[in-house]
Nanobody, 119 residues
Framework: QVQLVESGGGLVQAGGSLRLSCAVS????????MGWFRQALGKEREFVAR????????NYADSVEGRFTISRDNAKNTVYLQMNSLKPEDTAVYYC????????????WGQGTHVTVSS
């Protein structure tokens, strides 16, 4: 059973930076896709970024391209989301998720970590 635990959220001023972490346990080789999603108050959950654990390939939502960077640390079994040049509209609960490379369905989710960007 894959377990995901996010950390690193908090309050930051616009223009600042935060790094979110997602500690991964129970992952098998088939659970190759790690994603970050976010959900702002009153809005639907949206895709932010993803990484293929095996090859390091990344994809980003247009809204965060060039500001956010997703990465993984094999030794620590951790996925990161480095967020720079934060904007008030980045305020949301951020979730880490995992999917298999065969289904591309995110079956595993963390509990979320809050990010608040003040103007």
């Amino acid at each position: 059973q894959v377990q995901l635990v996010e950390s690193g959220g908090g309050l930051v001023q616009a223009g600042g930076s935060l790094r979110l972490s997602c500690a991964v346990s129970g992952r098998t080789i088939s659970t190759d896709i790690m994603g970050w999603f976010r959900q702002a108050l009153g809005k639907e959950r949206e895709f932010v970024a993803r990484i293929r654990w095996s090859i390091g390939a990344t994809n980003y939502a247009d809204s965060v391209e060039g500001r956010f960077t997703i990465s993984r640390d094999n030794a620590k079994n951790t996925v990161y989301l480095q967020m720079n040049s934060l904007k008030p509209e980045d305020t949301a609960v951020y979730y880490c998720a995992a999917a298999s490379a065969t289904s591309w369905t995110y079956d595993y989710w963390g509990q979320g970590t809050h990010v608040t960007v003040s103007s």
